[in-house]
């Protein structure tokens, strides 16, 4: 089928699209700088540690605690070496070029399902759409940015068309170190294991094998026998974690917490306030079977997915696929959004393709809908006090959820 243009708008949008981007990297990378960096200080402390063979204290003396795998440390460790402004640095521009690769291989994974024009105005706009938690990313230093391109990286190299072993191997190679860093990624790994018909698939689960081997056994490499200590640690460092219950939890187990446990919920923004919300609708035992199901179903559907395969439509299987990542976890920050970078993209590629199927005033409501509740429901837009209060309602995921279900039940017509 032959995809018409019929407007100037892509064009347009996409120049505007890729000056927003460039200013939401530069902005997010000075906000770095500014508020500090948080979660890049506990990566630096624990590289620092490793860089000088002080590689045991990584779970027990940074700023805040280190919640990765150990090999994670060893991989990024020459960066201390640097004075730690320099690496925020680096870290910045890395973080915003792996931005624009993932944005190329959405492209990439895009191709066929609407005119070019229009594909890459949606990509573009897709990081604007989801510019707050992009920001947030870049504020705190986090590592969800680089694991996205890893995510999405892999699977283009595998669904597409062209042929490439070699760079298979590679990107399933980083797509398992990076799985392995924060665990979030690790069901993809099964692709290739469950997938079929393609000479690819050999060296994806090369790459998948290669990858885990590499990251985890950096610590008996380095530290011997007295590298298995390090997963008790990790292992110990993720249960104590828990259950965070701060209004900066998007996830499903933190809403029912929030207003139906009858437990005081900590709002951040109202100056460490902890504040009652709701009530006791819902007793323990109930919230705890609730979030179990949601968690275990949603889990279910994700291996399902997997097992599924992409036999058609091959985009809009990867943007759900990708999109589910963190569907089931009781832990969602804000910055763990950037995993609906793809899911915006597909949808704002299908607003602006037009000749796939007409978008009515509703539609476009809703996605202006969506924006406001991801970019204008802080503090800055609505006040401390409503701010507080949708932020524990997990205004976040239901934004998610919105465009995922948008995306799936409108499979069937692209």
Do not use: C, K, M
């Given at each position: 089928m032959v995809y018409r243009d019929t407007s100037a708008?892509?064009?347009?949008?996409q120049g505007l699209g890729l000056v927003l981007c460039l200013a939401l990297c530069v902005l997010g990378s000075i906000w770095a700088f500014k508020?500090?960096?948080?979660?890049?200080?506990?990566?630096?402390?624990?590289w620092r540690l490793v860089w000088n063979d002080k590689s045991h204290d990584i779970y027990r003396a940074t700023p805040d605690r280190f919640l990765y795998a150990p090999g994670f440390a060893w991989i990024f460790s020459p960066l201390a070496a640097l004075p730690v402004k320099v690496a925020l640095g680096v870290w910045c521009f890395l973080k915003a070029a792996l931005l624009f690769l993932t944005l190329r291989f959405l492209h990439q994974l895009f191709q066929g399902t609407a005119s070019d024009s229009a594909i890459r105005a949606g990509v573009l706009w897709s990081?604007?759409?989801l510019a707050r938690p992009v920001l947030i990313d870049f504020q705190y230093g986090q590592v969800n940015l680089p694991i996205l391109f890893t995510c999405v990286w892999a699977l283009a190299t595998l669904l597409r068309d062209e042929k490439g072993n070699a760079i298979v191997l590679v990107s399933w190679t980083i797509l398992a170190i990076s799985a392995w860093t924060k665990l979030m990624p690790l069901p993809l790994l099964l692709l290739p294991w469950v997938s079929r018909g393609s000479e690819k698939l050999k060296y994806a689960r090369i790459g998948s094998i290669s990858g885990s081997i590499l990251i985890l056994v950096l610590p008996f490499v380095f530290e011997?026998?007295?590298?298995?200590?390090?997963y008790s640690q990790w292992r110990q460092a993720?249960?104590?974690r828990g259950l965070p219950m701060e209004s900066h939890n998007q996830s499903f187990a933190a809403v029912?917490?929030?207003?139906?446990?009858?437990?005081?919920?900590?709002?951040i923004s109202q100056g460490s306030q902890w504040v009652p919300l709701g009530g006791k609708l819902l007793e323990p035992k109930t919230l705890q079977f609730l979030i179990l199901s949601w968690s275990f179903a949603w889990l279910g559907v994700l291996v399902g997915w997997i097992l599924g395969g992409p036999i058609h439509k091959k985009a809009q299987w990867s943007v759900l696929m990708i999109a589910l990542l963190i569907i089931p976890?009781?832990?969602?920050?804000k910055p763990y959004f950037i995993f609906g970078i793809p899911l915006a993209a597909f949808v704002l590629m299908s607003f602006f393709a037009e000749s796939r199927f007409q978008f009515n005033k509703v539609t476009f409501g809703l996605l202006v809908l969506i924006f406001s509740m991801i970019n204008l429901s802080g503090f800055d837009f609505v006040g401390n006090y409503w701010a507080g209060r949708l932020e524990a309602a997990s205004i976040f995921l239901i934004a998610h959820l919105m465009m995922y279900h948008w995306v799936l039940s409108r499979t069937h017509k692209l």
């Open positions: 708008r892509p064009s347009i949008s508020r500090g960096g948080h979660d890049f200080n506990v990566f630096f402390e624990a990081i604007v759409f011997g026998v007295d590298g298995a200590h390090f993720l249960i104590d029912l917490h929030h207003y139906l446990s009858g437990q005081l919920t900590h709002i976890s009781h832990l969602v920050w």
